[in-house]
């Protein structure tokens, strides 16, 4: 079973929004340190936000500050990331991820090597 699955990416003209969803098991929603990323062609995987499990806080990358919005719905088992004012610098593969808050902290939450579970990631294209 795969523990995260993405979906909700795809093409959008720029200025446009989309709704990313993230499905996990309970276990992994409720008790994890959960996460948004993206890759764009040629470059690493950035940081987007988080969910911090240790203080419920909820933390963004300034790059999207303002534009994306990251939630938890614990009922439905899904982590959310509402994009808006989409540009085409915006345009990436969207993966989700998963961290033991045990080791997770603020100050390295933004590290890929820092978590567990990894989606299978969704592509958000933004057209000019």
């Known amino acids: 079973q795969v523990p995260l699955v993405e979906s909700g990416g795809g093409f959008v003209q720029a200025g446009g929004s989309l709704r990313l969803s993230c499905a996990a098991s309970?276990?992994?929603?409720?008790?994890?340190?959960m996460a948004w990323f993206r890759q764009a062609p040629g470059k690493g995987r950035e940081f987007l936000a988080a969910i911090n499990r240790r203080d419920f806080n909820t933390y963004y990358a300034d790059s999207v500050k303002g534009r994306f919005t990251m939630s938890r719905d614990n009922a439905k088992n899904t982590v959310y990331l509402q994009m808006n004012s989409l540009t085409p610098e915006d345009t990436a593969v969207y993966y989700c991820?998963?961290?033991?808050?045990?080791?997770?902290?603020?100050?390295?939450?933004?590290?890929?090597?820092?978590?567990?579970?990894w989606g299978q990631g969704t592509q958000v294209t933004v057209s000019s």
């Open positions: 309970r276990r992994i929603i409720t008790s994890y340190t």
């Open positions: 991820a998963a961290g033991t808050p045990d080791v997770i902290t603020i100050s390295t939450m933004n590290i890929t090597d820092e978590y567990d579970y």
